[in-house]
């Protein structure tokens, strides 16, 4: 995998796509989907890379301020941590996993945890203000958010949680720092921050170089 993502490297860095790149590379190593489904997920051309580690903030400037947070995204990546399925590291510096469950994302044992975990961060922060969007073409999504505005409440972390059916327009178009992984949404935001990363460096986990 390393020797695939140098190449993935090799040809982003000079002007290729990543759909193709990742095509033609693991097409030559005869790469298994999973395979494929982290290269892409992982490896970004070095202009891409520098310019998201540009607009990565650390949690403690959220202090006071309002954060626009991917609520999937970010609770499906620190359900991974805590079950310790794979994650990656990525070149962008932004941590991922690579479960690829979202649009058949089902609550479990570790969501309470998740979640727990997200708001306590924030709250510890000191965030002015935590708006969190949930895909409301997931099922069950309003009962999700109904659990979180409860548990921000009991935590006192002001602001909300809601469904949406835009949630990635929404966070591209926010005047605030986003919570997300989503490189597309990372490209066309202000500033962003990673709440899994601050989860793993709680637990002391390493994500996968490649």
Known sequence: MKRAAEEVRYLLDRGYQSGPAVRFVADHHRLPQESRFVL????????VAAS????????????GRTVSIDGYNVLITIESLIIGAPVY????????????????YKSSDQTTLALSEIISILKESGV?????????QISRSGELASQIRGMMTGFGVPGFAKTAKDVDRRL??????VATGD????????EAVDIPAEVAKRRRI???VL
């Open 206 to 208: 390493k994500g996968v």
């Open 172 to 177: 591209k178009l926010a005047k605030c720092p």
């Open 52 to 63: 998201r580690r540009g607009k990565l903030i650390p949690i403690e400037e959220l202090c």
């Open 183 to 190: 490189g597309a949404i990372i490209d066309e935001a202000i």
């Open 89 to 104: 590291l990525c070149d962008d510096g932004f941590l991922r996993d690579t479960r690829g469950i979202f649009r058949r």
């Open 40 to 47: 892409a997920r992982v490896v970004a051309s070095s202009t």
């Open 128 to 136: 002015g203000w935590a708006e969190l969007f949930l895909d409301q």
